[in-house]
């Protein structure tokens, strides 16, 4: 059974940083392409980002908003997936979800971890 | 980026009853070369994270009762659900996978009448 948990939220003021992490475990890791995706209750679902599998180059794509703030990687030898937070703005509050991204459904966020929230707030 | 809207944003179906949601995308997310799709349906029950029933506009994931359909091609999409559960109460998204950014729909609320 796939299961993905996510820690590292918690409270941050604006401008400050904050890594949130996703164990992964159920399937083949270091194979799989991953996302982070988002929500909140204004602007709902918001893909930041995803990192390919190193088979595939390893590299990164990011959401406009977050481009050259947050960064993606992984650690395939701990089965983990990262977000590193750099400069945080109030519109970051957010629930953020780790997800495989089409480990079985090609293309689809076809598994999601439960979420850990994010309020950056004074 | 090519912006998903969904109609309506809520809507109330008595148990047994048909519920339809409409997805529009600002873009055609049929990729001709393999005359498919790019599009999604998601479900997110209250205090669960999103869940895939529908792929390829119209297949449905493993598991996902077969009440539960998607229709459409190119930039108009549709979700039925032909009898509603109780079970069935949720927000649902669609969301395109044909070009980064991925992006979703802003989601239909569907509740009991």
């Known amino acids: 059974e796939v299961q993905l948990v996510e820690s590292g939220g918690g409270l941050v003021k604006p401008g400050g940083s904050l890594r949130l992490s996703c164990e992964a475990s159920g399937f083949t890791f270091s194979n799989a392409w991953m996302s982070w995706v988002r929500q909140t209750p204004g602007r709902g679902l918001e893909w930041v980002g995803r990192i390919r599998s190193k088979n595939d180059g390893g590299t990164t794509d990011y959401a406009a908003p977050v481009k050259g703030r947050f960064t993606i990687s992984r650690d395939d030898s701990k089965n983990t997936l990262y977000l590193q937070m750099n400069s945080l703005k109030t519109e970051d509050t957010a629930v953020y979800y780790c997800t495989t991204d089409g480990v079985v459904i090609v293309h689809t966020f076809d598994n999601w971890g439960q979420g850990t929230l994010v309020t950056v707030s004074s | 980026d090519i912006v998903m809207t969904q109609s309506p944003d809520s809507l109330a179906v008595s148990l047994g009853e048909r519920a339809t949601i409409n997805c529009k995308s600002s873009?055609?997310?049929?990729?001709?070369?393999?005359?498919?799709?790019?599009l999604a349906w998601y479900q997110q029950r209250p205090g669960q994270p999103p869940k895939v029933l529908i792929y390829?506009?119209?297949t449905r994931e493993s598991g996902v009762p077969d009440r539960f359909s998607g229709a459409g091609s190119g930039a108009d999409f549709t979700l039925s659900i032909s009898s509603l559960q109780a079970e069935d109460v949720a927000v649902y998204y669609c969301q395109q996978y044909y070009s980064v950014p991925r992006t979703f729909g802003q989601g239909t609320r569907v509740e009991i009448k």
């Open positions: 390829w506009a119209s």
């Open positions: 873009q055609s997310v049929l990729y001709s070369s393999n005359n498919k799709n790019y």
